[in-house]
């Protein structure tokens, strides 16, 4: 299963990417974890995204692109991948579509986590008290939820016009949004709906 999860910070992309990963057996791969390892070692790369991270702007697309068709190269993306946090932006978007048309393995799906703005401050503010994330002060978040207005919303005509895009109500327990990302992928029309393993969130709650 090949997924892209798009949604503002706080949406539940990084949580619901971990059960997603799991349930399909494929690579979780989260940019922004990625680039918070590489800050903490030291590593040029860390160098180079420190201060973006910090600002909340997003890393220059040929740094972040070169980096994630990198990392999708490798073995354990074979089986599929849960790209969590890109593309973030519509020259990220195209430099993917680019690479799996050439490799032959399209996206099964784009979902968009859908939620609003003050249920994010909410969930934000929570998780900077717990994480201690150098990211989520007051300002930063909002900055970040601008950066995402202006330059992520953007994919979800993107993913649109390509018919990719699956959107999800990412209100709600845990558990219950990932029964309905599960429902909803089972739900897609086409060839690869058919290859979904059974869903084990949905087990015994006789989905419609
Ligand atoms: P969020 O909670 O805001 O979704 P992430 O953990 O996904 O945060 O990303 C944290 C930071 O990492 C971003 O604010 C940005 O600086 C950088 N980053 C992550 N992914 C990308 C990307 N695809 N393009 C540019 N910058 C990125």
């Known amino acids: 299963m090949r997924l892209v999860l798009l949604g503002p910070p706080g949406a539940g992309k990084g949580t619901q990417a971990v059960r997603l990963a799991e349930h399909f057996d494929s690579a979780d791969v989260a940019t922004g974890d990625i680039f918070r390892e590489q800050v903490a070692s030291g590593t040029p790369l860390g160098r180079i995204a420190k201060a973006y991270l910090d600002s909340g702007d997003l890393v220059p697309d040929q740094v972040v692109i070169a980096m994630v068709m990198e990392r999708i190269s490798e073995p354990d993306c074979?089986?599929?991948?849960?790209?969590?946090?890109?593309?973030?932006?519509?020259?990220?978007?195209?430099?993917?579509?680019?690479?799996?048309?050439?490799?032959?393995?399209?996206?099964?799906?784009?979902?968009?986590?859908?939620?609003?703005?003050?249920?994010?401050?909410?969930?934000?503010?929570?998780?900077?008290?717990?994480?201690?994330?150098?990211?989520?002060?007051?300002q930063t978040i909002r900055h970040r939820l601008e950066v995402f207005a202006q330059k992520t919303r953007p994919l979800v005509n993107y993913y649109e016009r390509g018919g990719a895009l699956v959107r999800i109500d990412a209100v709600g327990d845990v558990e219950e949004v990932t029964r309905r990302i599960l429902e909803q992928l089972g739900q897609m029309a086409g060839p690869r709906a058919a290859q979904l393993p059974p869903s084990r969130a949905t087990e015994g709650q006789g989905s419609t």
């Open 78 to 138: 074979a089986n599929g991948f849960v790209l969590d946090g890109f593309p973030r932006t519509v020259a990220q978007a195209e430099a993917l579509d680019r690479r799996l048309d050439a490799a032959g393995t399209p996206l099964d799906a784009a979902l968009f986590f859908e939620i609003e703005e003050r249920e994010l401050f909410r969930r934000l503010a929570g998780r900077s008290a717990a994480l201690h994330r150098s990211d989520d002060t007051e």
